[in-house]
C-alpha cells in the first residue's frame, strides 16, 4: 500500500514503522494512518534539524502520542465506523417496509401470528423456545466462520472487525437479551392472545428474525461492498496477504 510519505524515508524505515504500529494498533486501516502521520512528522523534523537521525526523530514524534494516545485515536474511530454500522442496519431495516419486499415482510409477519392464534397454549412456550434455538444455532454459526474469517486475516480493519465481530455481539445481546424473551413469554400467558398480545408476540419474533438476518447474513454477505466503499485501498491490501 502507497503512503504519503517523504521520499527521504526508505522502505526499511517505513516497514520499522508499520512493524511498531503493528504492535501497539490492531487494525491495518489505523497503522497506515498512524504511520502517513508520524513519518510527515519525521521528515519535517530530518528537512528542518540537520543532524537529527531517523530514530531521535521517531522518539520525538511518538512521544506526541504514546501508547495511550494510539489507544484515543482507536476509540474515536470506532465509534465513527459504530455509528455507519448503525445506519447500515437502519438502511436494510427500512426497506423491509418498501416496496415489494413489504409484501413478504407482511406475509412473515402473519405465518408467525397465525402460528401464535392456533397453536394451542400448551405447546407455544415450546415453541418459542424451539425458535430461539434455531435463532441461536444460525447464530452462532455465523459466528463461527465470522470468527475464522479474521483469524485467517493478515490485515484487519476496523470496520471490518465490526462487522464481523462486535456488530454480530451486540445483535446477539439485544436479541437473546433475558427481558425480551421473558417479556414475549409473559404475553403468551396472557388470555387476550387473540387479539393486541398476540400480534404484540408476532411482531416480536418478526423484529428479531430481521435483526438476525441483517447482522448475521445480509451485512457480512456485502461486507466487501461496504469495505472498498469505507476504504479505497482495502481491494489491495487484501491482494497482498
Given amino acids: 500500500m502507497e503512503t504519503n510519505v517523504t521520499k527521504k524515508l526508505t522502505k526499511e524505515q517505513l516497514d520499522y514503522l508499520f512493524n511498531f504500529e503493528a504492535k ?7 497503522q497506515c494512518e498512524l504511520v502517513d502521520h508520524i513519518a510527515a512528522g ?57 416496496l415489494p419486499q413489504i409484501l413478504l415482510t407482511l406475509s412473515f409477519l402473519l405465518v408467525v401470528r397465525f402460528g401464535v392464534a392456533y397453536v394451542p397454549v400448551n ?24 470468527a475464522y474469517r479474521l483469524k485467517r486475516e493478515k490485515h484487519i480493519f476496523v470496520f471490518e472487525d465490526i462487522i464481523f465481530n462486535k456488530g454480530m455481539l451486540g445483535i446477539a445481546l439485544f436479541v437473546f437479551n433475558a427481558s425480551f424473551w421473558n417479556f414475549m413469554e409473559r404475553m403468551l400467558g396472557k388470555a387476550n392472545l387473540q387479539l393486541y398480545n398476540g400480534w404484540l408476540v408476532a411482531g416480536l419474533i418478526v423484529l428479531a428474525s430481521m435483526f438476525v438476518y441483517i447482522g448475521y447474513y445480509k451485512i457480512p454477505k456485502d461486507a466487501n461492498k461496504y469495505l472498498q466503499e469505507l476504504y479505497p485501498e482495502y481491494k489491495i491490501a487484501k491482494a497482498t496477504v
Fill in 24 to 30: 501497539n494498533v490492531k487494525f491495518y486501516d489505523l
Fill in 42 to 98: 519525521i521528515e519535517t523534523r530530518m528537512s528542518t534539524e540537520p543532524g537529527i537521525s531517523f530514530n531521535e526523530a521517531f522518539k520525538l514524534e511518538f512521544s506526541k502520542f504514546g501508547v495511550s494516545g494510539f489507544k484515543e485515536i482507536e476509540e474515536e474511530r470506532l465509534k465513527y465506523l459504530i455509528k455507519r454500522y448503525r445506519k447500515i442496519i437502519w438502511k436494510i431495516f427500512k426497506s423491509f417496509f418498501a
Fill in 123 to 146: 405447546y407455544l412456550k415450546p415453541a418459542l423456545l424451539g425458535y430461539a434455538l434455531l435463532v441461536l444455532c444460525l447464530a452462532i454459526t455465523a459466528g463461527v466462520k465470522a
